[in-house]
C-alpha cells in the first residue's frame, strides 16, 4: 500500500506536460482531422482530372479485339454443309483530325480544374474562420469565467463586511440581502458560462480531433496591419478577387463554351484511320482460306438530320449560358456587400475596442469613488455592488469586442479572396503561451479554462478585495 502514492507520483512526473496551442497549431490540426477540408482535398484531386479527360478527345484511339468461333452451315448447294472453327485478330486505331467539339471540350476542362482549385482555396479560408471562431469563443468563454470568479470574490468580501456591520449595528439586514442576492445570481451565471465552455470546447474538438488543451491566450490588441484602403476600394477588391465570384467567372466562361461545344454538332469530323486484321479458317465452299488485311486512310462524317436533337442542345446551352451570367452578378454584388459589411465591422470594431478601454477606466474609477462614498455614509452597499458590476461587464465587453475585431479582419480578408494561414500568424504574435499556467490549471481539474482571463485580470490591475476590505474597516 505504501508503493502506491510513489507510483502515482512517478506516474505525474512522466507525463508529458500539455502544450499549449496557438491558432496556427489548431489550425495545422484542423487541416489533418477536419471532415469537410479532406472532403474538399478530395474534391480537388477528382477535379484535376478534367483536364486529362479533356486532352483525351485529341489523342488517338487504339482498339484490339479478336474473336475465336465455332461455325456450323446448311447449304442447299451440294457439299455445302460444313462445320469448321474459325478465329480473328485485329487492331484499329483512329487520330481525330478535325472534332471542334473535342477541341471545346479540352478548352472547358481546363477552366474546371481551375474551378476545383478554387473550390478546395474556399474551403481552406472557411477552415481559417471556422478555427478562429472556435478558438475565439473558447478564449471569451474561459474570460468570462475568470471575470465572474473575480466577480463572486469581490461579492464575497463585500458580503462579509456587510454581515459584520449587520452584527454590530451600522447596517441593516438589506446589505447582506443584496450581497447574497448579487452571489447568488454570480453563481448562476458561472454555471451557465461552464455549460457554455464546455459546448464550445466539443465544437473546437471536432474540428482538431482531439482535446483543445491550453490555448494561448490575448494579452494585447494592436492594430492588424492589414491591407490600407477604403469601403469602395475593398468592394472592388472583392468583386474581383472573391473565390465565389471567380468560380462564377469560370463558370460563366464554360457555360460560353458550351454554346459553342454544342453549336459544333452541326460540324463535320475528320478522323485519320488505320486497321489491320487477320482472319483464319474463313470457308468458302469447299476452301477454307486466311486472310491478312491493312487498311490505312480517312474517314469524313457530316451529320445532316437528327431529329432536332443538336439545335434543341444549343438552345439549352444558351439558355445556361443566360443562368450563368446572372449567377455571376448575383455573386459579384454579394461578394462586394460582404467586403463593405466586415469592412465596417473592422472600422467600428477597432473604435468600440478603444471605447470600451476608455469606459473600464472610467468604470474603475467610478468603484473608487462608490467605495470612498460607501466610507462617508454617502453611497450605499448596494450602489458599491452595482459599481464592480459595472467594472466586470466592461471587461467581459472589452474581451468580446477585441475578439470580434480580430474576427471581422479575418472575414474582410476572406471577402476580398486574400484571406491564408498567414493571417492566423500574424493573430499568433498577439497572443501569449500558457505553457506554465495549464499545468496547474490541470491538476484542479479544470484544464486551461481559467488562465487566460486570470492574467486578464491581473492586467487590468483589480484589486476589488484591497479595497473592499479597506471599506469594512
Known sequence: MQLKPLFLALTLALAPAVQAANLSDVFRDAQAYDAQYAAARAALQAGQEKSVQGRAGLLPNVNLGGNVRYNSVDSTLPGGDANYDSNGLSINAAQPLFRKQNLVQYEQSKSQVKIAEMQFKSA??????????????????????????????????????????????????????????????????EIAEQNTLSIRLRTLEKLIGKPAGALDSLVELKQLNAETGNIDEWATRAADGNLQAEIQRLSKAIADQEVERNRAG???????????????????????VDTRTATIGVELNLPIYQGGLTSSRVREAVANQEKARQDLEAATREASLQARQAWLNVSSGAARVQALEQALVSTK???????????????????????????????????????????????????????????????????????????AASATGFGAQGAPAALALKRDNLTLGRTTRTASR
Do not use: C, M, W
Not at 126 to 140: C, I, P, T
Not at 169 to 183: C, K, L, N, Y
Not at 266 to 288: E, K
Not at 373 to 391: C, I, P, S
Open 266 to 288: 452541326h460540324y463535320p469530323t475528320l478522323d485519320a484511320v488505320a486497321g489491320y486484321s487477320i482472319s483464319n479458317g474463313q470457308n468458302f465452299g469447299a476452301l477454307q
Open 124 to 189: 481552406e479560408q472557411d477552415l481559417v474562420l471556422r478555427v478562429a471562431q472556435a478558438y475565439f469563443d473558447v478564449l471569451q468563454s474561459q474570460d468570462n469565467i475568470a471575470f465572474i470568479n473575480s466577480q463572486k470574490t469581490a461579492i464575497t468580501e463585500q458580503l462579509a463586511s456587510a454581515r459584520r456591520n449587520f452584527e454590530v449595528g451600522t447596517a441593516t439586514i438589506t446589505d447582506t440581502h443584496e450581497a447574497q442576492a448579487r452571489f447568488d445570481l454570480a453563481v448562476a451565471q
Open 365 to 439: 474609477a467610478q468603484l473608487a469613488s462608490t467605495k470612498l462614498g460607501l466610507q462617508v455614509g454617502v453611497r450605499t452597499n448596494l450602489d458599491v455592488l452595482n459599481a464592480e458590476q459595472q467594472v466586470f461587464s466592461a471587461q467581459r465587453d472589452l474581451a468580446a469586442a477585441r475578439y470580434a475585431y480580430l474576427l471581422a479582419g479575418l472575414s474582410l480578408k476572406a471577402a476580398a479572396g486574400t484571406l491564408s494561414a498567414a493571417d492566423l500568424q500574424a493573430i499568433d504574435q498577439l497572443l501569449t503561451s500558457q505553457r506554465s499556467s495549464s499545468s
